[in-house]
């Protein structure tokens, strides 16, 4: 379980900057949801805990210790889009997870080894709902199956924080509300810190115990890249959902300011969703 | 209905894609017939039937001499030539097309390299190689690799930076090094296109061994082209063209056909459960 620190975080690409003064700690087991308009950053933001991308300036550290410089196990990840590998069946893309941590050299497990990762994979694939589909390429799996699988495989490297970006953002809402309770499910298991993002509201709701809002500050008419997104709302949400009380009226017409156009958000819906889940 | 939409049947497929093929036979067998009747010792437009015997006599009937079957003798020299030097390009295109595909300080060493390599015209490395590597066979085969080999690393390396940067992230939080992402993502999401750059490659490939044959051998399929143009025995060249033809055919299948059987993953879902 562990802890995240983020001090004065900026992210700029040449003049533009996308990132300013963001400086928050996430608790060890935390959900944390991320939401903001497009373009706002928070993919950046979950890209620079994943190390995919260095910070220009500011510090994160994890556990005490700064953010090694590239991707590595203890932090896993389930993208919205190629989640899962396309050259291997989803039962073989749950063993490889072990046959890379394991087999430095082949990458590859034989014999006994090989068995007992079969068997993990083979129960991780249960656990999902994915056992009737093992053999089957990510290619013949609808969006919903993809991401289970994608879940099911970030969940095998044992992460001690989960990132997902937009990991449900492709789906039909119906699948989308299945896929919440298995994330719910899978999240009081093992009680990881999670961080998502999401451009759905009410998903963040839904699924959070804590709620970030990005979105800019300052604005320059002449030049809009001049200032970047920090973190506008930071709310802790109920943990137990079924008390879950709606936020201030005015925290969610705040947000829905900060959304793309069209979401519909009224601070019944989010305790309507809170009850649901 | 427009023009467009009109979609043949398979059978109409069929007929269509056989139409050319008639209409060059017909054509020909009218011209050659033509041309025999005025003169039955033409040598220009020979009759299937002559075509025929000369074939058969290049396949089946040692040669006095040597005593070796020709056409047999010339396929064989041929086809090691065209795969050694196919062969050596696939390697190459493996190892350098990953590496500069896959590592960024690789692709900036050797990236401007490769580009340089690629637009030499190959014919022009013809009398180097002949005079670095003599006229024998080191020389043909190192023709055909020089001749493929810069646009297949190219093609691999490029297919390999394509490689959605979602896959690559998501094998390093998987725990994976360098090593085994080359071995376990990139290789068998590329082997695909490799598959089909060896089957591009094989056309221009073709025309390297056939120029390099013309130019110094005593064995090959280009060299009985070239020799039995000087008595114009078309009905030694004719056959020969179709042979290549066919040979060319057979192989671009079976690579597709090897090619399918490698990659499961790249057949077509039979729908969604």
Redesign the interface.
Known sequence: MSRIVVRRLEKRYGDAVVLERVSLAIEPGEFCAVVGASGCGKSTFLRIL?S?EQPTSGTVTFDGRPLPP????E???V?Q???A?????ALHNLL??A???D??????LFGAARRRALDEADAMLARVGLS??RA??P????GGMQQRLAIA??LL?R?RLLLLDEPFGALDPGIRAEMHGLLNEIWEEHRMTVVMVTHDIREAFTLGTRLLVFDKVRHDPQFPAAYGATITYDIRLDPNRARRLAPPAEVVRAIRRTLPGGTQVRPRDAHEQGEVA | MRLINLRPSREGRLILGTMPFLAVACAYLWASAERLAANPDDRLLPSPAQMGSAFLELAFVPELRSGTYLLLADTLESLARLFSGVGLATLAALLLGVAIGFVPRVQAALGPFVRVISVVPPLALLPILFIAFGLGEASKIILIAIGVAPVMIRDVAQRVADIPEELIVKAQTLGASTWTMVLRVVLPIVLPRLFICVRLALGPAWLFLIAAEAIASTEGLGYRLFLVRRYLSMDVILPYVAWITLLAVVTDAGIAALSRRLSPWTRPARGRP
């Open positions: 994943l995919q590239e991707p590595m196990p932090r896993g990840i993208f889009r190629y989640s590998f396309p050259h291997l069946s490889v997870v046959e890379l941590r087999a430095p050299r082949t990458g590859r009737h589909a089957l390429y290619d013949a799996l609808s495989q970030a490297g992460p």
